[in-house]
C-alpha cells in the first residue's frame, strides 16, 4: 500500500477502536446498577467496581474475539490516556485500576474449578466491591451481569469492526495464505 492507503487504513482503525470505546466507557444509569448498590455496604466503590468491570470485560473481549490481533492493542493504546487523566485526578483510582485488571485476568487465568469464567470474574468484582461472601442470589446476578456484559461488548465490538464472514463453500484452513 501506498502513504496515503496506509494513513487512510490507520485512521479508519482508530475511528473504529473510538465507537467501542465510547461504548465501553459509556456512563450506566444508577438504576442498571442498583443491584449491586444493594449488595455492597459503600455505594462510592460499588460504582468504580461496577466501570472497571466493565473495562476488564470490554478489553478481554477485544482480546479474546477480535478478528485480528491489532484490535486488542490498538484498544489498550487509545484506553491509556483515559486512564492516565483518571489516575491524575485521583491516583488511588489509578492504583486500583491496576491491581483490578490483575485480578480479573487471574480469575480467567484459573483451571480446575467448577465455577465457569463468568462466574470468577463476578466474584472478583464482588470482592472488591466490599462483598466479600455473596448469598447464591447475589453471585447469580453478578454472573448474569457478566455475562450480558459480555454479550453487550461483543455487539459492540461487531458494530464496530464488522462481523467474521467465510464463504459456504471454502473451508476457513484454506484461506490461510
Known amino acids: 500500500m501506498g502513504l496515503w492507503a496506509d494513513w487512510q487504513a490507520a485512521r ?20 442498571a446498577m442498583g443491584w449491586l448498590f444493594a449488595l455492597a455496604p459503600d455505594t462510592p ?15 478481554i473481549v477485544a482480546e479474546r474475539d477480535a478478528l485480528d490481533d491489532r484490535t486488542h492493542a490498538d484498544v489498550t493504546h487509545q484506553l491509556a490516556p483515559v486512564l492516565a487523566a483518571e489516575a491524575r485526578r485521583a491516583p488511588a483510582d489509578g492504583l486500583a485500576w491496576s491491581e483490578r485488571w490483575r485480578a480479573y485476568c487471574a480469575a480467567l487465568a484459573v483451571r ?24 447464591t442470589a ?40
Not at 462466574?119 to 472478583?124: F, I, K, M, Q
Not at 461483543?154 to 464463504?167: I, K
Open 12 to 31: 479508519a482503525q482508530r475511528q473504529r477502536v473510538e465507537m467501542y470505546l465510547n461504548y465501553l466507557l459509556r456512563e450506566p444509569d444508577d438504576e
Open 45 to 59: 466503590t460499588a460504582r468504580r467496581e461496577f466501570h472497571f468491570a466493565r473495562r476488564a470485560i470490554g478489553l
Open 112 to 135: 480446575g474449578t467448577v465455577d465457569s469464567p463468568a462466574t470468577r470474574l463476578a466474584r472478583v468484582m464482588l470482592s472488591a466491591a466490599g462483598v466479600e461472601h455473596p448469598d
Open 138 to 177: 447475589g453471585l447469580q446476578r453478578a454472573t448474569q451481569f457478566v455475562q450480558e456484559t459480555r454479550t453487550a461488548m461483543n455487539e459492540a465490538l461487531r458494530h464496530a469492526f464488522g462481523a467474521a464472514s467465510l464463504p459456504d463453500d471454502v473451508r476457513p484452513s484454506a484461506l490461510r495464505g
